[in-house]
């Protein structure tokens, strides 16, 4: 597939998420017989709307396409884990979390409003994330809606995203003696923090195209491999990025001390494991031939962004 | 009903509730290959088990018996609705929201452990509310499930919970001028920020026991009664309670200025509106005679609780 040609791919996509985003964020959807808390709406747009490659949407559009699930409700279900996404980002910009003033070149949420405001935001973000995805739009069968609510909670929680950031405060030494984590236990917390919404949005793909089994574990490794590329590419940005066109604080991880497989493998080690994780993400694509090419396309691009 | 047999049905929900929680929130249950956030469980368990009336869970399973549904699958779903409820406590009692060192007696999660442990806490203890209540064990139909999912995050969203404690903070003047709120304007706050889950505790029953329209018109009705009930009762408690049998600080809301309807109404007012509630609450419950006899004892203790 031609760079171009991926390029418009990801773009519409993003086009058509901002937009249902904000139809899903319109002031006019609160019930009209309830007050309206427009400082908290107006915070959880500030978070979800206005920028973001919208990867995870991306996603689960693309791997739905691969199995034939209709394209809009997957994108309901790109948005609703958009929305889950955003919730994890106002928290861990908070100040008794990683207390950044900045995303995707913007003041974070708790300095564009307050600290009361972007709990709240962050909180009502996940609480419609789990809304969206259990909608009848999604989905015709029930099953399949109950399917995707659940491995959305299970990614997420305590042995997903929410763990995952627990693990990386503690390996900052906030709450014990500070040790540098081995690769194993990097790879675990990465997996963990990051890769299980990444594995969940190509997961989701499958679960709506309702796929067999051998096609669920081709994807579930292809989501594997995506999802650990995207933390080293991540990684090695944080080093050798642009903060301006990063729109974060290059070098905050580094300077936190944060665990990352390029402190413990060097930037040219690094490198090669991203190169060996796409190769490991084309073979798990094999089965399904020339249809899987935007998945193709999607992994290079993961290894290969600057920003 | 007796007072003794309600106590009796009280406390026996409450047990098996404290129970199934602690199994739910058991370290052995997270999956074998991810790394263990056990400062995260410990936190979360540290919120959700050792106390509580365990109100919710008890209307889920009493309505939920009402319409003959099975009461392992009510208990469950009550369950994840306290866990919801937990996450909520947790946040509030947060140093950017209401500040609260005690809660239930005891430290809260970021006096006991920090505050960044205590927001990932509450994030997941709304995560693990929805993922328990996606799961087989609830009901056996696929529809139902997903309908309490869908309820429960509309309960607990901008509309409803959350929308609700960011209406409650706008009135303590945090973001414009303060100026009191009217009686209708604190009828709605109240409504939302606590009625919300109350209501969906009855609903849920009545989902569980897939009640027809009018009897969730009933019980809709029973909800938004004891539900108001329930907050103006907080409220005199706060006026009139001690703190040792509270567990958290008397006096608290008035020194913050909160809208209550006993501010409002005067305690006279506002225990004449308690009794109106009570009548309304018994009104509804009318249709189904004396198996109702529970609820209408619940509505009751609601209106006469101490703690």
């Known amino acids: 597939m031609a ?17 249902l985003l904000d139809r899903l964020l319109d002031g006019a959807v609160l019930p009209g017989e309830t007050a309206r808390p427009l400082r908290l709406l107006e915070a959880m747009r500030w978070s979800a ?31 609703a884990l958009e929305l889950l996404h955003c919730y994890s980002l106002v928290h861990d910009d908070l100040p008794a979390m990683d207390n950044d003033d900045l995303r995707r070149g913007r003041p974070t949420v708790h300095r564009a409003f307050d600290e009361a405001t972007a709990i709240l935001a962050g909180d009502t973000l996940q609480t419609l994330a789990f809304d969206i995805m259990a909608r009848d739009e999604v989905h015709g069968e029930p099953r399949v809606r109950i399917a995707l609510v659940r491995e959305l909670a ?10 995952g950031q627990m693990l990386d405060l503690s390996a900052e030494g906030r709450f014990e003696t500070k040790r540098a984590l081995t690769e194993p236990e990097i790879v675990t917390l990465q997996a963990m923090k990051t890769g299980a919404l990444i594995r969940f949005a190509c997961n989701a793909g499958a679960i709506l195209g309702q796929a067999g089994a051998p096609s669920r574990a081709s994807i579930e490794r292809y989501g594997a491999a995506i999802g650990q590329a995207f933390q080293i590419a991540d990684d090695l940005l944080d080093v050798e990025g642009d903060s301006a066109q990063l729109g974060k ?12 497989l390029v402190a413990v493998l060097s930037i040219a080690g690094a490198r090669a494991r991203l190169d060996h994780l796409i190769a490991e993400a084309d073979a798990a694509l094999a089965p399904f031939g020339a249809k899987a090419d935007t998945l193709r396309a999607t992994a290079r691009f993961i290894a290969e962004r600057q920003s």
């Open 3 to 19: 760079a171009s040609d991926f390029t418009n791919r990801l773009t519409a996509v993003a086009t058509e998420t901002e937009a």
């Open 49 to 79: 709307l206005g920028s973001g490659k919208r990867l995870r949407p991306f996603l689960v559009v693309e791997t739905a396409a691969l199995f034939g699930a209709a394209r809009d409700g997957a994108l309901l279900a790109g948005c």
């Open 154 to 163: 299970r990614a997420a929680g305590l042995g997903g995203m929410a763990g």
């Open 249 to 260: 604080a290059a070098g905050k991880d580094v300077a936190a001390g944060k665990a990352t």
